[in-house]
């Protein structure tokens, strides 16, 4: 064995590991296994915990249904399920170290972890093999952000695979022709979006998308989930009826999903012809200016980068190969954001 | 004693020029960046490893500019891209790798870099996650006395 080999058999191990006891925990609780369908990505969902179930699976139910596919995702509870913590020593060489997490992610061996270890949050990668898990300490401590966007790193790590981004933007759409929407927290991005499902217009994602990556990009929805502070609230009586989190934190946004609304046309994907990078300008009125791919690529590449955290390299390298597909404008949002939606017609 | 020299930092740095602007992101420090005027110049040289001399001779040569200022503009530049992490010192330099100067289509404007820091407050809003060395997680380690 070389020793390149030999340190990734070593790397392997704890992975597989951990994967093999996440993997007896679910069997230990009856094994119910569903499919989980996002554009191009199956994966069979093995969920162990009935609380855990509860949290994680309303922003995906859309897509949930029997079958089989080629990888699985663990998700475990080790507080209902009994499974030991994790080992406490960081199994693989970390390439970074941030405030937030351990993280490792090697596309030439496929192995992945993620940890935040106070909040009791792994996840594990084995990509070659087509497994990954989320062990969760205790289901209930689960962060909002995991209800919005469950297994949005597994996801993601998937989705490297076939050439797909999961960006940081909204999409939103007329008649299967769409637009990405970006911009930083408080760009008015959200309500935006928001504004325009509730105008007629098609979404696909508020939050986080996946982006396939090809000649005319097409955005493939994976969370059904509006996340929306008290303005974008405030835009329909249907919107604040149907808050899935009403016991939030007053640094917490809404969490709306989208099948829970009326007449909100939430669909599984759509052809991206522009990029749109939203901020609130106070103006009476919405206006629309082309702006330089530069300007644009700042707008969309940090966010999504830093929240995926791993593989930043390959994200950026992505995301700059989507953005030079698309022609790229600001839109200036007037202070009515079904106004601003009605602009939006511009650019479909 | 040769000059010192500088490159690129890849490890920690992804960087792409779109027209007129460079965009560069440091995943280490959350802030990112728009490099602008002659910056694009300035940083293709930084590819390879390269002095503060050097680089502002290169620039210079490129857009037929005055070499005082351009030397000015590269010894300034540089200590930011250093300051910001963008580029850090060059182990080794070999004159063989140095990127071909290329006449500027354009005339020299000086560099500019706009810092954009709103990811690095977010992620030093979030409290440092650790377990305790010896009772591991969930255990925080003690706070030092």
């Known amino acids: ?348 | 004693m040769d000059e010192p020299t500088y490159i690129q930092n890849r490890k920690d740095v992804s960087a792409e020029v779109f027209d007129a602007e460079v965009v560069l992101v440091n995943f280490t420090t959350g802030r990112y960046f728009a490099l602008r005027g002659a910056g694009a110049r300035f940083w293709a040289h930084l590819a390879a490893p390269i002095g503060a001399q050097a680089l502002g001779a290169a620039v210079a040569a490129e857009f037929g500019a005055d070499a005082v200022q351009v030397q000015a503009d590269a010894a300034a530049l540089l200590d930011t891209l250093l300051a910001e992490a963008l580029a850090v010192p060059a182990e080794t330099a070999d004159a063989a790798d140095a990127i071909a100067v290329r006449t500027a289509d354009a005339p020299y404007a000086p560099p500019a870099l706009d810092v954009f820091d709103e990811l690095e407050e977010l992620i030093a809003l979030d409290p440092i996650h650790d377990a305790d060395a010896d009772a591991g997680w969930p255990v925080r380690p003690a706070a030092p006395e």
């Open chain 1, 1 to 348: 064995m070389t020793g390149s080999a030999a340190a990734d058999a070593s790397a392997a191990a704890p992975v597989r590991a951990a994967l093999d006891a996440m993997d007896s925990a679910w069997r230990a609780t009856g094994g119910r296994e569903r499919r989980l369908t996002l554009g191009p990505l199956s994966v069979r969902l093995r969920i162990a915990g009935d609380a855990l179930d509860a949290a994680l699976t309303p922003a995906i139910a859309h897509a949930l249904s029997e079958g089989p596919a080629d990888a699985v995702i663990y998700a475990v509870d080790a507080a209902a399920t009994g499974m030991p913590p994790p080992p406490r020593a960081w199994p693989l060489p970390a390439l970074g170290r941030d405030d937030l997490a351990h993280q490792h992610f090697d596309p030439e061996t496929g192995l992945a972890m993620l940890a935040d270890i106070s909040r009791g949050l792994w996840r594990y990668g084995d990509l070659a093999a087509g497994r990954l898990g989320f062990l969760v300490g205790d289901a209930a401590a689960l962060p909002d952000w995991d209800l919005a966007a469950p297994f949005r790193h597994e996801i993601d790590w998937l989705a490297r695979a076939q050439g797909i981004q999961l960006s940081h933007s909204a999409a939103i759409g007329r008649g299967g022709r769409g637009i990405l929407l970006t911009g930083p927290g408080g760009s008015g991005k959200s309500t935006t979006a928001a504004a325009a499902a509730l105008s007629g217009w098609q979404i696909a994602a508020e939050d986080f998308v996946l982006i396939e990556d090809a000649e005319t990009p097409v955005a493939h929805a994976a969370f059904d989930t509006l996340k929306l502070g008290d303005f974008g609230l405030s835009l329909s009586a249907r919107l604040s009826g149907a808050v899935a989190n009403p016991g939030r934190t007053p640094d917490e946004k809404a969490r709306i999903h989208m099948r829970a609304l009326p007449g909100v046309d939430f669909v599984p994907r759509l052809s991206i012809g522009a990029l749109a990078v939203a901020r609130v300008s106070g103006a009476p009125r919405t206006t629309i200016r082309p702006i330089g791919k530069g300007e644009a690529m700042r707008a969309l590449a940090p966010s999504t980068i830093f929240l995926l955290k791993v593989g930043r390299e390959d994200a950026f390298r992505r995301l700059v190969r989507i953005v030079g597909r698309l022609p790229t404008y600001a839109v200036d949002l007037g202070r009515d954001p079904l106004e601003a939606a009605e602009a939006l017609q511009a650019l479909t």
